[in-house]
DNA sequence: CGAATTTATTGACGTACTTCATTTTTTACT
DNA sequence: AGTAAAAAATGAAGTACGTCAATAAATTCG
């Protein structure tokens, strides 16, 4: 078994690769903790990394010119995280990244992402799928943007998301959904007061 | 030159064929002519094609309950319409789409693009990077729509794609920058008042 | 464990945007 | 060209959600 045998199981979900293939994919990436509140990305650097996380949580913001933040992403375990434009497109990040907990990721660089890629087509396969995952989840988000309310958008985000819900806190969920964290916390206790 | 060199011309862009590669690519294709307010996606049937435009104009939207409909992508020369989440994922559509003038699109099969990307890295390579700048273009489309106000909105999509605005209906655009046709109407006429 | 800090709650008030109904303008069709 | 149909404009009234300010509750950390 490999060192970073998590990234290796979840490759595996998606590509069946020989030992000796998991172990060239895993040894691209480098485990590295992060404590809570610690920032991995920071908006005007190029980002130079993909993130895969082992343990903990992450939330990824941009903050307005009237200093307003708003989520653009959660991720826990088994989740990817980065500024995903910067990353991609390898121009200045505009987002910051930030640790909720004390967690543990494994990186992975754009160089060596681009060497995989390029040198076997099941790792091309793997970040192909990956990619589309990631388009479709967008989409997603978007159609519930468009088409539901506050509280149906919160909704709809405990009924997929209940893992997240718990760990995240209040005004981090609310700027994710697009709204305040004053009417999110109207919306839960006008729930709690029905029961 | 191939048949369908306007995808051969394309597809070059992000990755260099042979001209033997570029023939079999371009043959998975099939140009079927669309007539305005034709629909090529219907809800509730999964998604056979990714389509490419040739010429002409699509839109791609939702319908809820309440009959609201929510405009989720426009297509011209040189881009992709479907209902992504239906055919990457091979489940019964949501959408519609449909053209908006009269158009021809280059139309691939879900089972034709899964052989050619098992057949031939380089294929493989290229509906990555397609995939990849789909999830940049949406995940653009979600800071915008979390972070700025209707005009904000209006005034970026007209700064980012001014042949678009000229070309689709009004109503449609307002549901595709979630708002409502009365209110970018008013929008407009206070500017062009300001004049 | 207790003080400091961060996060959530609550109320009163404000506004960006919607809704609905009607009229005007533009587009499509024979 | 002329009529029907679709799209856009306009006004008046309503509402979902935001803002601001103050308090309460939960969390962090020495």
Redesign the interface.
Known sequence: MTINNKIVEYINRSVNLTDQEADVFSAAFREVKIKKRQFIVQPNFVVKSRNFVTEGSFRAY?V?DKG?D?T?AFAIEDWWITD??SY??QKPA?MFVVALEDSVILEISYEKEQAL?QQN?KF??F??IR??????F??????S???LSAEERYENFIDRYPQIVQRVPQYALA?YL?MTTEFLSRIRNKKTAKK
């Open positions: 941009v307005d307003q708003s653009i995903y434009n991609i497109l505009t890629k087509h091309e396969t970040f192909r990619a589309e995952r990631t388009a479709a967008m989409q997603q988000r978007i159609i943007n468009l088409t700027s697009g």
